[in-house]
């Protein structure tokens, strides 16, 4: 393995950790549990899901799962529906100011990254931002 590669997937995986932990300071969580936050996000993602196909997603047990609904549910941020498939499960999603709530976040989150970047890169600094991001996407496999 290459010492230019070794170094890229260590500057990578860095750059990409500050810039996550970033953008969640940008967002007011009020109050949520990062628990609470990626199963909106999740659920915003993927859509519909059962308490169990989040708690595997979540890697977390059925039972705190069923907590972390919970609040959420007491917070007007998801619904419940029967399944269609099976009635004796129920399908979680968002309600109406769940999806209000998450888009908010992640629109706090894109104007604060615009802003910095308007504000501490030049026009070319942008391009090659963008140029570079076009070769890190290829990593995702997109």
């Given at each position: 393995?290459?010492?230019?590669?070794?170094?890229a997937?260590?500057e990578?995986?860095?750059?990409?950790g500050r810039?996550?932990r970033?953008l969640?300071?940008t967002y007011?969580?009020?109050?949520?549990?990062p628990t609470?936050?990626a199963?909106?996000s999740?659920?915003?993602?993927?859509g519909?899901?059962?308490t169990?196909?989040?708690?595997?997603?979540?890697?977390?047990?059925?039972?705190s799962?069923a907590?972390?609904?919970?609040?959420?549910?007491?917070r007007?941020l998801i619904?419940?529906?029967p399944?269609?498939?099976?009635g004796?499960?129920?399908l979680?999603?968002?309600?109406?100011?769940?999806?209000a709530?998450?888009?908010?976040?992640?629109?706090?989150?894109?104007e604060?990254?615009?802003r910095?970047?308007?504000?501490?890169y030049?026009?070319?600094e942008?391009q090659?931002i963008?140029?570079?991001l076009?070769?890190?996407?290829?990593?995702?496999g997109?």
């Amino acid at each position: 393995m290459s010492a230019s590669a070794v170094r890229a997937a260590y500057e990578i995986r860095v750059v990409v950790g500050r810039l996550r932990r970033r953008l969640k300071e940008t967002y007011d969580n009020e109050e949520l549990t990062p628990t609470q936050t990626a199963v909106l996000s999740r659920l915003s993602k993927d859509g519909p899901a059962s308490t169990s196909d989040l708690a595997a997603a979540e890697r977390v047990r059925p039972q705190s799962m069923a907590a972390t609904l919970g609040v959420l549910d007491e917070r007007g941020l998801i619904r419940r529906r029967p399944d269609p498939g099976d009635g004796r499960r129920q399908l979680i999603s968002l309600s109406e100011s769940g999806t209000a709530y998450v888009d908010d976040k992640r629109r706090a989150g894109e104007e604060w990254l615009a802003r910095s970047l308007e504000s501490g890169y030049t026009e070319e600094e942008r391009q090659t931002i963008i140029e570079a991001l076009a070769l890190l996407d290829r990593l995702s496999g997109a």
